[in-house]
């Protein structure tokens, strides 16, 4: 047995969380024939025309080679284009095509519907006090994994 069972382990709890929405939105988005990992990228590109790949997986909280993956799979179903950058060469601008904003509209709408039925779910106040604590839990979690890091570096 080890020294901390599991039901005292608060990131069970949050894993839990996160694999219920994942679910949820993949139920929510199958009719669009697209992934959550793919809607993610939708979004971000609709509110950041021209982001670089390397940006866009920051955001989406994914490697580079992952977030690359996604957007071939996207360009090859033609929602979304990558061009050139004017001063960057090497780097590509990535935008959505009209089909990739229709699509990313219907997307939109049924993984808002999710969202909405998790907030209706706490009063304002319990849904601001649940935002602060994950921003706790995100926050101590980066402390960790940066102590972590020095630690193995000393």
């Known amino acids: ?3 901390m069972r599991a039901s005292e382990r608060i990131g069970s709890y949050v894993k ?3 694999q219920a929405l994942t679910m949820a939105k993949n139920a929510a988005l199958k009719p669009t024939g697209i992934t959550v990992a793919q809607y993610s990228a939708l979004l971000f590109l ?3 025309p021209g982001i670089s790949a390397a940006a866009l997986a920051r955001l989406c909280g994914v490697t580079p080679p992952t977030m690359n993956t996604v957007l071939t799979n ?3 179903r033609g929602f979304i284009e990558r061009t050139p950058h004017a001063w960057h060469k090497n780097v590509l601008e990535t935008r959505l ?3 990739g904003e229709a699509v990313m509209r219907d ?3 049924r993984a808002i519907r999710v969202e909405r039925a998790l907030d209706a779910a706490f009063t304002t106040a319990e849904r601001d006090n649940l935002l602060a604590l994950l921003t706790r839990c995100a926050d101590a979690y980066d402390a960790t994994r940066t102590q972590d890091v020095s630690a193995s570096t000393e």
Request: no cysteine; hydrophobic share 30%.
């Open 16 to 18: 839990r969380a996160e």
């Open 107 to 109: 997307a939109d709408a």
């Open 1 to 3: 047995m080890t020294s």
């Open 97 to 99: 095509t009209e089909r």
């Open 74 to 76: 996207l360009q090859e």
């Open 46 to 48: 609709s509110e950041n």
